[in-house]
């Protein structure tokens, strides 16, 4: 079974920069298909990026394209979100997801952007 904690969340000024990370325990992440999703108040939850268990395949949502990139070190069962040039419509809480046999949610971390 695996546990995904987030961390990293922030409030940033527009046109400013963040790393998200989500740290991994227990057996199958390398096997993982990760993904980051994020929710804005009011809204439902929506995908933002993914990646394959090997790193080698990435998708972004078209808001994002660009401006963020997914990342993982199996290494380290660690998944990365870098977000550049952040807007107040990316203003949300972020969550990491894992798919492997079953589906995993972290508890997610904020991320605010102030215009």
């Known amino acids: 079974q695996l546990q995904l904690v987030e961390s990293g969340g922030a409030l940033v000024q527009r046109g400013g920069s963040l790393r998200l990370s989500c740290l991994a325990s227990?057996?199958?992440?390398?096997?993982?298909?990760m993904s980051w999703y994020r929710q804005a108040p009011g809204k439902e939850r929506e995908s933002v990026a993914s990646i394959t268990s090997t790193g080698t395949g990435t998708g972004y949502a078209d808001s994002v394209k660009g401006r963020f990139t997914i990342s993982r070190d199996n290494a380290k069962n660690t998944v990365y979100l870098q977000m550049n040039n952040l807007q107040p419509e990316d203003t949300a809480v972020y969550y990491c997801h894992a798919n492997f046999v079953n589906e995993y949610w972290g508890q997610g971390t904020q991320v605010t952007v102030s215009s």
């Open positions: 227990g057996f199958g992440f390398k096997d993982a298909f």
